[in-house]
Protein backbone atom coordinates (compact mmCIF):
# COMPACT_ATOMS: atom_id res chain seq x y z
CA UNK A 1 0.00 0.00 0.00
CA UNK A 2 1.17 3.46 -0.48
CA UNK A 3 0.92 5.85 2.25
CA UNK A 4 1.56 9.34 3.70
CA UNK A 5 2.32 9.67 7.41
CA UNK A 6 2.47 12.81 9.24
CA UNK A 7 4.10 13.44 12.62
CA UNK A 8 6.14 11.15 11.52
CA UNK A 9 9.14 13.14 13.29
CA UNK A 10 7.29 12.63 16.24
CA UNK A 11 8.57 9.34 19.03
CA UNK A 12 5.14 7.55 17.39
CA UNK A 13 5.33 8.61 13.96
CA UNK A 14 9.38 7.60 13.42
CA UNK A 15 7.44 3.63 14.94
CA UNK A 16 4.67 4.28 12.34
CA UNK A 17 7.02 4.89 9.41
CA UNK A 18 9.65 2.45 10.63
CA UNK A 19 7.37 -0.48 10.94
CA UNK A 20 5.38 0.63 7.63
CA UNK A 21 8.92 0.30 6.03
CA UNK A 22 9.68 -3.36 7.49
CA UNK A 23 5.69 -4.17 6.24
CA UNK A 24 6.44 -3.28 3.01
CA UNK A 25 4.75 -0.40 2.19
CA UNK A 26 5.50 2.39 0.32
CA UNK A 27 6.05 5.57 2.48
CA UNK A 28 5.48 9.53 1.81
CA UNK A 29 6.11 11.62 4.77
CA UNK A 30 5.61 15.44 5.10
CA UNK A 31 7.58 16.69 7.21
CA UNK A 32 7.93 20.59 8.33
CA UNK A 33 11.75 19.26 10.01
CA UNK A 34 12.87 16.25 8.15
CA UNK A 35 15.83 16.32 9.39
CA UNK A 36 14.52 15.14 12.71
CA UNK A 37 13.20 11.65 10.84
CA UNK A 38 15.43 9.04 12.58
CA UNK A 39 14.72 5.89 10.11
CA UNK A 40 16.84 4.47 7.73
CA UNK A 41 17.88 6.70 4.72
CA UNK A 42 17.96 6.16 2.12
CA UNK A 43 15.27 3.58 1.50
CA UNK A 44 13.54 2.71 -1.96
CA UNK A 45 10.23 2.46 -0.70
CA UNK A 46 10.55 6.01 1.59
CA UNK A 47 10.19 9.38 0.20
CA UNK A 48 10.56 12.26 3.14
CA UNK A 49 8.62 15.87 1.59
CA UNK A 50 9.80 19.23 2.95
CA UNK A 51 6.26 20.71 3.95
CA UNK A 52 3.64 22.48 5.74
CA UNK A 53 0.33 20.20 7.28
CA UNK A 54 -1.31 23.43 7.17
CA UNK A 55 -0.94 23.80 3.78
CA UNK A 56 -3.26 22.55 1.29
CA UNK A 57 -0.83 22.46 -1.61
CA UNK A 58 1.55 20.74 0.50
CA UNK A 59 -0.55 18.02 1.60
CA UNK A 60 -2.02 17.84 -1.52
CA UNK A 61 1.41 16.98 -3.44
CA UNK A 62 2.24 14.61 -0.96
CA UNK A 63 -0.52 12.56 -0.73
CA UNK A 64 -1.34 12.17 -4.69
CA UNK A 65 -0.59 8.40 -5.22
CA UNK A 66 -1.27 7.55 -1.94
CA UNK A 67 -4.11 4.88 -0.84
CA UNK A 68 -4.29 6.26 3.00
CA UNK A 69 -2.67 8.35 5.74
CA UNK A 70 -1.79 8.40 9.13
CA UNK A 71 -1.45 11.28 11.31
CA UNK A 72 0.87 11.10 14.43
CA UNK A 73 1.11 14.61 14.78
CA UNK A 74 0.43 15.67 18.27
CA UNK A 75 0.23 19.37 20.51
CA UNK A 76 2.18 21.18 23.13
CA UNK A 77 1.21 20.73 26.71
CA UNK A 78 1.14 23.67 28.78
CA UNK A 79 -1.15 25.63 31.30
CA UNK A 80 -1.51 28.64 28.07
CA UNK A 81 0.13 26.82 25.30
CA UNK A 82 -2.64 26.88 22.69
CA UNK A 83 -3.42 24.06 20.35
CA UNK A 84 -5.14 23.81 16.79
CA UNK A 85 -2.53 20.97 15.30
CA UNK A 86 -5.31 18.45 15.08
CA UNK A 87 -8.40 20.13 14.09
CA UNK A 88 -6.23 22.67 11.65
CA UNK A 89 -4.39 19.35 9.96
CA UNK A 90 -7.63 17.64 9.65
CA UNK A 91 -9.47 20.60 8.08
CA UNK A 92 -6.44 20.19 5.44
CA UNK A 93 -6.35 17.10 5.23
CA UNK A 94 -9.91 16.18 4.52
CA UNK A 95 -9.72 18.50 1.89
CA UNK A 96 -6.65 17.21 0.36
CA UNK A 97 -8.59 13.62 0.39
CA UNK A 98 -12.02 14.73 -0.60
CA UNK A 99 -10.03 16.47 -4.06
CA UNK A 100 -7.34 13.61 -4.40
CA UNK A 101 -10.16 10.57 -3.85
CA UNK A 102 -8.18 9.53 -0.88
CA UNK A 103 -10.17 7.33 1.42
CA UNK A 104 -8.56 6.17 4.50
CA UNK A 105 -7.12 8.52 7.38
CA UNK A 106 -6.36 7.14 10.90
CA UNK A 107 -5.56 9.13 13.34
CA UNK A 108 -4.53 9.94 17.22
CA UNK A 109 -5.78 11.27 19.80
CA UNK A 110 -6.08 10.10 23.43
CA UNK A 111 -8.01 7.89 26.08
CA UNK A 112 -10.55 10.46 27.98
CA UNK A 113 -11.47 13.79 25.59
CA UNK A 114 -14.74 13.11 26.50
CA UNK A 115 -15.51 12.67 30.23
CA UNK A 116 -15.91 9.22 32.05
CA UNK A 117 -16.00 8.08 36.01
CA UNK A 118 -13.69 5.58 34.98
CA UNK A 119 -11.08 7.25 33.71
CA UNK A 120 -7.76 7.14 35.73
CA UNK A 121 -7.64 9.50 38.23
CA UNK A 122 -4.67 11.43 37.46
CA UNK A 123 -5.59 11.87 34.21
CA UNK A 124 -9.37 13.39 35.06
CA UNK A 125 -8.55 15.37 38.20
CA UNK A 126 -4.46 16.69 37.22
CA UNK A 127 -3.20 16.70 33.38
CA UNK A 128 -6.57 17.14 32.12
CA UNK A 129 -7.70 19.99 33.16
CA UNK A 130 -4.25 21.38 33.72
CA UNK A 131 -1.22 20.44 31.32
CA UNK A 132 -3.71 19.37 28.61
CA UNK A 133 -5.97 21.26 28.78
CA UNK A 134 -6.06 23.12 25.32
CA UNK A 135 -4.47 19.90 23.64
CA UNK A 136 -7.89 17.84 24.67
CA UNK A 137 -9.76 20.53 23.74
CA UNK A 138 -8.60 20.14 20.50
CA UNK A 139 -8.47 17.07 19.86
CA UNK A 140 -12.10 16.99 20.80
CA UNK A 141 -12.59 19.52 18.24
CA UNK A 142 -11.19 16.75 15.10
CA UNK A 143 -13.09 14.25 16.86
CA UNK A 144 -16.38 15.97 16.83
CA UNK A 145 -15.95 16.70 12.99
CA UNK A 146 -14.95 12.76 12.26
CA UNK A 147 -17.69 11.62 13.80
CA UNK A 148 -19.81 13.86 11.65
CA UNK A 149 -18.20 13.19 8.75
CA UNK A 150 -19.36 10.44 6.20
CA UNK A 151 -17.39 11.24 2.58
CA UNK A 152 -14.26 10.00 3.85
CA UNK A 153 -13.04 6.50 6.04
CA UNK A 154 -11.65 7.68 9.46
CA UNK A 155 -10.13 5.90 12.45
CA UNK A 156 -9.64 7.68 15.68
CA UNK A 157 -7.08 5.41 18.22
CA UNK A 158 -6.84 6.43 21.39
CA UNK A 159 -4.16 5.19 23.77
CA UNK A 160 -3.52 5.81 27.18
CA UNK A 161 -0.13 7.33 28.52
CA UNK A 162 2.91 6.25 25.89
CA UNK A 163 6.00 4.49 26.85
CA UNK A 164 9.06 4.09 24.92
CA UNK A 165 8.69 0.18 25.26
CA UNK A 166 9.88 -2.03 21.87
CA UNK A 167 7.25 -3.80 20.33
CA UNK A 168 5.47 -6.55 22.49
CA UNK A 169 4.24 -9.03 19.56
CA UNK A 170 1.13 -8.93 21.73
CA UNK A 171 -2.17 -7.42 20.72
CA UNK A 172 -2.98 -4.67 22.70
CA UNK A 173 -6.86 -4.66 24.33
CA UNK A 174 -9.09 -2.41 22.94
CA UNK A 175 -12.85 -1.20 22.79
CA UNK A 176 -14.64 1.36 21.54
CA UNK A 177 -15.46 4.45 22.72
CA UNK A 178 -13.13 6.70 25.46
CA UNK A 179 -11.41 3.97 27.36
CA UNK A 180 -10.34 0.43 27.63
CA UNK A 181 -12.83 -0.72 30.42
CA UNK A 182 -12.48 -2.93 33.62
CA UNK A 183 -8.41 -1.91 33.86
CA UNK A 184 -7.93 -0.75 37.55
CA UNK A 185 -4.31 -0.56 37.94
CA UNK A 186 -2.03 1.49 35.81
CA UNK A 187 -2.68 2.03 32.28
CA UNK A 188 -0.22 2.84 29.39
CA UNK A 189 1.20 1.47 26.21
CA UNK A 190 4.15 1.59 24.01
CA UNK A 191 4.46 3.84 21.14
CA UNK A 192 5.83 0.67 19.01
CA UNK A 193 2.53 -1.12 19.54
CA UNK A 194 0.51 1.70 19.24
CA UNK A 195 2.05 2.42 15.79
CA UNK A 196 1.87 -1.55 15.17
CA UNK A 197 -1.87 -0.87 15.80
CA UNK A 198 -2.56 2.10 13.44
CA UNK A 199 -1.23 0.40 10.46
CA UNK A 200 -3.66 -3.21 11.05
CA UNK A 201 -6.26 -0.65 10.94
CA UNK A 202 -5.19 -0.47 7.17
CA UNK A 203 -6.02 -4.36 7.04
CA UNK A 204 -9.19 -4.72 8.57
CA UNK A 205 -12.56 -2.96 8.73
CA UNK A 206 -13.32 -3.41 12.69
CA UNK A 207 -12.18 -0.19 13.46
CA UNK A 208 -13.76 1.82 10.51
CA UNK A 209 -15.53 5.36 11.31
CA UNK A 210 -14.62 4.55 15.00
CA UNK A 211 -13.33 5.81 18.17
CA UNK A 212 -10.95 2.70 19.51
CA UNK A 213 -9.35 2.97 22.93
CA UNK A 214 -6.64 0.40 23.25
CA UNK A 215 -4.34 -0.52 25.87
CA UNK A 216 -1.25 -2.79 26.53
CA UNK A 217 -2.40 -6.21 27.32
CA UNK A 218 0.11 -5.97 30.01
CA UNK A 219 -2.03 -3.82 32.02
CA UNK A 220 -4.84 -6.37 32.63
CA UNK A 221 -1.85 -8.72 33.28
CA UNK A 222 -0.39 -6.62 35.87
CA UNK A 223 -3.93 -6.44 37.21
CA UNK A 224 -5.12 -10.05 37.11
CA UNK A 225 -1.54 -11.18 38.71
CA UNK A 226 -0.43 -12.87 35.53
CA UNK A 227 2.93 -12.43 33.49
CA UNK A 228 1.76 -10.23 30.33
CA UNK A 229 2.90 -13.05 27.78
CA UNK A 230 0.00 -15.00 28.92
CA UNK A 231 -1.97 -12.63 27.55
CA UNK A 232 -1.34 -13.67 23.84
CA UNK A 233 -3.01 -17.25 24.91
CA UNK A 234 -6.21 -15.06 26.11
CA UNK A 235 -5.90 -12.76 22.11
CA UNK A 236 -6.65 -9.17 23.65
CA UNK A 237 -10.51 -9.68 24.49
CA UNK A 238 -12.28 -7.50 27.19
CA UNK A 239 -15.71 -8.18 26.60
CA UNK A 240 -15.42 -9.37 23.95
CA UNK A 241 -14.06 -6.61 21.50
CA UNK A 242 -11.02 -8.53 19.83
CA UNK A 243 -8.69 -7.40 16.90
CA UNK A 244 -6.36 -10.39 16.25
CA UNK A 245 -2.79 -9.86 15.94
CA UNK A 246 -1.67 -9.78 12.05
N1 LIG B 1 2.61 11.30 25.58
C1 LIG B 1 1.61 10.58 26.01
O1 LIG B 1 1.67 9.93 27.09
C2 LIG B 1 0.33 10.52 25.20
C3 LIG B 1 -0.79 9.89 25.74
C4 LIG B 1 -1.95 9.76 24.95
C5 LIG B 1 -1.98 10.30 23.67
N2 LIG B 1 -0.88 10.96 23.18
C6 LIG B 1 -0.94 11.48 21.81
O2 LIG B 1 -0.31 10.55 20.94
C7 LIG B 1 0.18 11.25 19.78
C8 LIG B 1 1.63 10.87 19.54
O3 LIG B 1 2.40 11.32 20.65
P1 LIG B 1 4.00 11.40 20.55
O4 LIG B 1 4.46 11.70 21.95
O5 LIG B 1 4.53 10.22 19.88
O6 LIG B 1 4.26 12.62 19.57
P2 LIG B 1 4.19 14.22 19.84
O7 LIG B 1 5.48 14.65 20.42
O8 LIG B 1 2.95 14.56 20.59
O9 LIG B 1 3.99 14.74 18.33
C9 LIG B 1 5.01 15.28 17.68
C10 LIG B 1 4.76 15.34 16.17
O10 LIG B 1 3.78 16.34 15.85
C11 LIG B 1 4.40 17.26 14.95
N3 LIG B 1 3.82 18.61 15.11
C12 LIG B 1 3.44 19.22 16.24
N4 LIG B 1 2.97 20.47 15.96
C13 LIG B 1 3.06 20.60 14.60
C14 LIG B 1 2.72 21.64 13.69
N5 LIG B 1 2.21 22.81 14.11
N6 LIG B 1 2.95 21.44 12.35
C15 LIG B 1 3.48 20.27 11.92
N7 LIG B 1 3.81 19.24 12.74
C16 LIG B 1 3.61 19.42 14.06
C17 LIG B 1 5.88 17.24 15.34
O11 LIG B 1 6.66 17.80 14.29
P3 LIG B 1 8.14 18.42 14.62
O12 LIG B 1 9.02 17.22 14.85
O13 LIG B 1 8.46 19.17 13.40
O14 LIG B 1 7.99 19.27 15.85
C18 LIG B 1 6.05 15.74 15.51
O15 LIG B 1 6.17 15.09 14.26
C19 LIG B 1 -0.02 12.74 20.05
O16 LIG B 1 -1.20 13.17 19.42
C20 LIG B 1 -0.19 12.77 21.57
O17 LIG B 1 -0.95 13.89 22.02
C21 LIG B 1 0.27 11.07 23.91
Given at each position: ???????????????????????G?????????????????????????????????????????????????????????????????????????????????????????????????L?????????????????????????????????????????????????????????????????H???????????????????????????S???????D??????????????????????
Amino acid sequence: MRILIVGATGPTGQEVVRQALDYGHNVKVLARNPDKLNVPQPSPNLEVIHGDVFKLEDVKGALTGCDAILSALGGKPGLFTACDVYSKSYDVILKAMKELSVNRFITVTSWGTQDDPELPYLWRWVFKPSLLRNVVADMVVMEDKLLKEEGINWTVVKPPRLMDHPLTGVAPLTMEGQLVRGIPGKTHIGRADLAKFMLDCLTTPQWDRKLVAICSAACAAVADGKDAGDMASVGNSVDGDKMGDK
